[in-house]
C-alpha cells in the first residue's frame, strides 16, 4: 500500500507539473495552430477504414480457418 501511495503522488505531481507547464506555454504563445475540423475527419476515416479493413480480414480468416490449415 505505502507503494501505491507513492505512485500515485508521483503520478498526481508529474500530471500538475504538466499541466501547469502547458498553461504558461499557451499564455507564451497564444496561437499555437488548433487542428482544423477536416484534420479531424480525414483521422477518423483513416483509423474507421483501417479497423474495417482488419475485421474483415479477420472475419475471412475465421471462416476460412479450418480450410486453411490444410496447406
Do not use: C, F
Not at 51 to 70: D, E, H, M, R, W
Amino acid at each position: 500500500m505505502k507503494h501505491t501511495a507513492a505512485r500515485i503522488y508521483r503520478l498526481v505531481h508529474w500530471l500538475t507539473t504538466r499541466l501547469n507547464e502547458s498553461g504558461e506555454d499557451a499564455r507564451r504563445q497564444p496561437d499555437r495552430g488548433d487542428i482544423s475540423i477536416t484534420t479531424v475527419i480525414i483521422w477518423v476515416a483513416a483509423v474507421t477504414g483501417a479497423v474495417l479493413i482488419a475485421g474483415t480480414i479477420a472475419v475471412v480468416i475465421a471462416k476460412y480457418n479450418g480450410k486453411l490449415s490444410g496447406l
